[in-house]
């Protein structure tokens, strides 16, 4: 796994552990958009600001990562600051098919390890 990977993921799976729900909770639309991270933040809090408009790469590994790992989609968690959605690249990644459904199991999954491998 690429360092910037890493970095990216550890941000997200510190993001997700402060925005977070109980397992079963039902989010509205307007409330999933309060809980996800754009993209330009993401990368500041990782280090790589430079990978804003190039970050899908290193999301498109995290979210193979969290298929291996059965989790749901972490990078799920990254949207365009203007549409408030996920780049196109989003749905080329590995069980990265239905966002609106994969963000909101990301945000009720409790089982997330503290830190990237």
């Known amino acids: ?3 910037e990977t890493r970095a990216l993921g550890n941000v997200l799976l510190e993001h997700h552990v402060k925005v977070r ?3 079963g909770t039902t989010l509205a639309d307007h409330e999933v958009q309060k809980l996800v991270l754009e993209y330009s933040t993401l990368c ?3 280090g790589v600001p430079w990978l804003t ?6 999301l498109g590994e995290l979210a193979s990562w969290c298929s ?3 989790f749901p989609p972490l990078n799920s968690l990254a949207v365009n ?3 408030r959605l996920p780049g196109d690249g989003y749905y080329n990644a590995e069980q990265c098919k239905k966002w609106p459904t994969e963000v909101r199991a990301c945000l009720t999954f409790p089982s ?3 830190k990237m491998p």
């Open 81 to 83: 600051a203007e549409t």
């Open 1 to 3: 796994m690429k360092a």
């Open 112 to 114: 997330y390890p503290a």
């Open 53 to 58: 408009r190039s970050v899908g790469v290193f």
């Open 68 to 70: 291996s790992n059965k």
């Open 44 to 46: 500041e809090r990782a």
């Open 21 to 23: 729900r109980a397992p």
